[in-house]
C-alpha cells in the first residue's frame, strides 16, 4: 500500500471549517484513501474513505484530486471534541491490513 | 452489540511476568487485528486473523508475543517475560471480511504498563 504525507499539527477555531491535507502520490488505482481519527487515550475511529469520487458523510467530507495524488478531509464545522491526531491512510485491502503513519495532530481552539 | 470489546482496560506489571489480554470483537466480524502504540506514534500492526487462521504476523511480534483466536470469535494476545519495552497500548480492531469497504472498528485499548 502507497505511504501517504500529512503535516504534523494544525490549529482550526471553534465553529471553521477544517481542511486536513494529504498527500499520497504513488497511490495505484485499486487504492482508496482512508481517514481515522483518534481522541486521546481512545482507539481509531474511522470517519469516512473514498475511491477517486468526493465522498461525503454525517461526520466529514473527503475531496479527492483529479489526479488522486493528494486529498482533503474537511470537517465543515470544528467543535472542541474535534480536537484529535487524524490518520490518512491508503489501503488496498489486498495486504490485508490497514497501516498507520504519524498524522495530524488537530487542535481547535475556542 | 456495543462493538469491540477489550479487557482489562489497564494492566500494570513487573518486568518478568507474563499478561494475557482479551478481545471480543463485533460478532459478524470475521477478521480481527492486533496493535501497538507507544506515545506519539501511529498504531503498529502486530497480527491479523481470519476466523481463526492467523494469516499474518509483524516482525514486532517476537516469539514472546503470541496471538490466538480458537473459535474465530474471542482472541487473545499474551507477553511471555515482559520487558519495559513492552510498555505501550494494545489496540484491538475488527472488521467484515477486507474491512474494505467498511472499514475497522477498534476498541479503546489495553494499556500495559511494565514496571
Known amino acids: 500500500d502507497a505511504k501517504t504525507t500529512q503535516p504534523t499539527s494544525m490549529d482550526c477555531a471553534e465553529g471553521r471549517a477544517a481542511n486536513l491535507p494529504c498527500n499520497h502520490s504513488t497511490i495505484s488505482g485499486n487504492e482508496y484513501v482512508y481517514w481515522y481519527r483518534q481522541i486521546h487515550s481512545q482507539g481509531p475511529q474511522y470517519i469516512i474513505h473514498?475511491?477517486?469520487n468526493n465522498e461525503t458523510n454525517e461526520m466529514a467530507s473527503l475531496i479527492i484530486t483529479e489526479d488522486r495524488k493528494s486529498s482533503t478531509l474537511i470537517l465543515p464545522h470544528a467543535t472542541l471534541r474535534d480536537t484529535a491526531v487524524y490518520y490518512c491512510?491508503?489501503?488496498?485491502?489486498?495486504?490485508?491490513?490497514?497501516?498507520f503513519g504519524q498524522g495530524t495532530t488537530l487542535q481547535v481552539k475556542p | 452489540d456495543t462493538g469491540v470489546s477489550q479487557n482489562p482496560r489497564h494492566k500494570i506489571t513487573k518486568r518478568g511476568q507474563n499478561v494475557t489480554f482479551r478481545c471480543d470483537p463485533i460478532s459478524e466480524h470475521n477478521r480481527l487485528y492486533w496493535y501497538r502504540q507507544t506515545l506519539g506514534q501511529g498504531p503498529e500492526f502486530l497480527t491479523y486473523?481470519?476466523?481463526?487462521?492467523?494469516?499474518?504476523k509483524s516482525r514486532l511480534l517476537s516469539d514472546r508475543f503470541s496471538a490466538e483466536r480458537p473459535k474465530g470469535s474471542f482472541s487473545t494476545l499474551e507477553i511471555q517475560r515482559t520487558e519495559q519495552g513492552d510498555s505501550a497500548m494494545y489496540l484491538c480492531a475488527s472488521s467484515p471480511q477486507g474491512g474494505l469497504n467498511y472499514g475497522y472498528t477498534f476498541g479503546s485499548g489495553t494499556r500495559l504498563t511494565v514496571v
Open positions: 491512510i491508503v489501503f488496498s485491502g489486498n495486504t490485508g491490513k490497514l497501516i
Open positions: 486473523f481470519q476466523n481463526e487462521a492467523q494469516l499474518e
Open positions: 473514498g475511491l477517486k
